[in-house]
């Protein structure tokens, strides 16, 4: 069964996000504060390692022939873009209408399972999306059918907050053994979405060194993106300026 679990909320308000039969489960734990009051990144849970940190030593990057509308930043720019709370490091941040995606196929081969992915998210607004591919029989991330598609609404907070420990945090996306995953696309509808330091459980030392099948085929991922064009056109617009990158 899909659970959604959402820190500080009742019990039975909870109860309510429970939807059909799937063995993917998320939650988003909010940043932490550290001694002297400053929010940060909660950390990854155990069993994860950070995959991708955007500082030139990922072990996985950015499928850039299925990705656009994106850049890497350091620090906030008004209206453009806002680093996640206590992130000094650099980050992705998405612009109206783009999508980013990571192909995770290398490190559930061999009969490996993903327990899980995590990715510290930054002011997080309701048009900020997540979707969880799964791989097809051939082996291609299968794009046009997301297993899970999580919406900054279904999270603890999404008024677009730059420094809330509630629309910053980690999020952690959990599966069974039942689910297989070919990899996550972010994309945004809005200015902005800001996300850095993803992780990957497997229960086993990380390695990319597997070589993935062939990627999504191109009418897979028209149907994805027609998709998100229609899902855009029914967001409201978001508090930030709508500046979207070069």
Do not use: C
Not at 4 to 14: D, E, H, Y
Request: glycine content about 16%; overall charge negative.
């Amino acid at each position: 069964m899909l659970r959604i679990f959402l820190s500080g909320v009742t019990a039975a308000a909870a109860a309510t996000a429970m939807t059909p039969a799937q063995a993917v489960s998320f939650h988003m734990q909010g940043a932490t504060a550290s001694q002297n009051g400053a929010l940060h990144d909660p950390g990854v849970a155990a069993g994860e390692q950070i995959v991708a940190g955007f500082d030139g030593q990922d072990t996985v990057s950015i499928d850039f022939a299925h990705s656009t509308g994106y850049d890497f930043y350091t620090g906030s720019h008004s209206g453009v873009a806002a680093a996640p709370v206590g992130d000094s490091s650099r980050y992705v941040a998405i612009a109206t209408g783009g999508d980013v995606l990571f192909d995770l196929r290398s490190f559930a081969g061999a009969g490996n399972h993903i327990t899980s992915v995590s990715a510290y998210l930054g002011s997080v607004d309701p048009y900020n999306f997540i979707d969880v591919l799964g791989i097809g029989a051939s082996g291609n991330i299968d794009a046009g059918h997301p297993l899970l598609t999580i919406g900054g609404s279904d999270l603890l907070g999404d008024n677009g907050d730059w420094y809330s420990s509630l629309t910053n945090g980690r999020l952690t996306i959990s599966f069974d053994a039942s689910e297989h995953i070919g990899g996550l696309v972010f994309r945004s509808t809005g200015v902005a979405f800001e996300f850095d330091s993803i992780a990957v459980g497997t229960g086993r030392p990380l390695s990319a060194g597997q070589t993935p099948a062939a990627v999504p085929e191109p009418a897979s991922w028209a149907m994805m993106l027609g998709g998100f064009g229609l899902v855009g056109g029914a967001m409201r617009a978001r508090r930030k300026a709508g500046v979207s990158f070069a």
